[in-house]
């Protein structure tokens, strides 16, 4: 399956165990934010997923300086997913998805057929999705969909996204 990038996008109420809204959701972000970069996670286990949310923590202040809201989507329960907030003390929103909806809807890449779907442990596979929220609606601007745990973008990647985004709506408003 692949995202339409030219259709709606899709919006979800998920619990929220860092900081913001709780329960989360797209359209409750701020009218400031221009950009809302989602990472779908693995699972609670995933030790690339662990190492991902520390550095995007570390990196937090470029993506405000973008305008741009991080959040990390674990599909996961609240309780699994706040032991990552106990532990990281993540400065974003970290949503429990834990039944997989917000990833199903904006079709987190799963491996091994039936397998994969019935565990997320050996199926699911990271993604990263960036909704610009410019304009009269939303629009998916960029999705990476992993073939692999190891198979996500590296922030300067998505940052350099966010930029080029930026450029091209001053190109078409200069």
Same mark, same amino acid.
């Given at each position: 399956? /692949?995202?339409?990038? /030219?259709?709606?996008?899709?919006?979800?109420?998920?619990?929220?165990?860092?900081?913001?809204?709780?329960?989360?959701?797209?359209?409750?972000?701020?009218?400031?934010?221009?950009?809302?970069?989602?990472?779908? $996670? %693995?699972?609670?286990?995933?030790?690339?997923?662990? $190492? &991902?949310?520390?550095?995007?923590?570390?990196?937090?202040? =470029?993506?405000?300086?973008?305008? *741009?809201?991080?959040?990390?989507?674990?599909?996961?329960?609240?309780?699994?997913?706040?032991?990552? $907030?106990? %532990?990281?003390?993540?400065?974003?929103?970290?949503?429990?998805?834990?039944? *997989? /909806?917000?990833?199903? =809807?904006?079709?987190?890449?799963?491996?091994?057929?039936?397998?994969?779907?019935?565990?997320?442990?050996?199926?699911?596979?990271?993604?990263?999705?960036?909704?610009?929220?410019?304009? =009269?609606?939303?629009?998916?601007?960029?999705?990476? &969909?992993?073939?692999? /745990?190891?198979? %996500?973008?590296?922030?300067?990647?998505?940052?350099?996204?966010?930029? *080029?985004?930026?450029?091209?709506?001053?190109? =078409?408003?200069?």
């Amino acid at each position: 399956m /692949t995202l339409d990038e /030219t259709g709606p996008v899709p919006d979800f109420k998920l619990e929220n165990v860092a900081v913001g809204p709780d329960p989360f959701s797209l359209s409750a972000l701020p009218d400031d934010v221009e950009f809302a970069v989602l990472f779908f $996670q %693995r699972d609670h286990y995933c030790t690339n997923c662990r $190492q &991902q949310v520390r550095t995007l923590a570390d990196r937090i202040d =470029a993506f405000h300086d973008r305008n *741009a809201e991080v959040v990390s989507i674990v599909p996961e329960p609240a309780e699994r997913v706040a032991e990552w $907030q106990d %532990r990281y003390d993540l400065p974003y929103p970290l949503l429990a998805d834990p039944d *997989a /909806t917000a990833g199903e =809807a904006y079709d987190q890449p799963v491996r091994f057929g039936v397998l994969g779907r019935f565990s997320d442990f050996l199926g699911r596979m990271p993604e990263v999705v960036i909704v610009d929220r410019r304009g =009269a609606a939303s629009r998916i601007a960029y999705v990476h &969909q992993g073939s692999s /745990t190891f198979d %996500r973008p590296d922030v300067d990647e998505i940052l350099s996204e966010l930029d *080029a985004l930026t450029a091209e709506r001053d190109g =078409a408003d200069g």
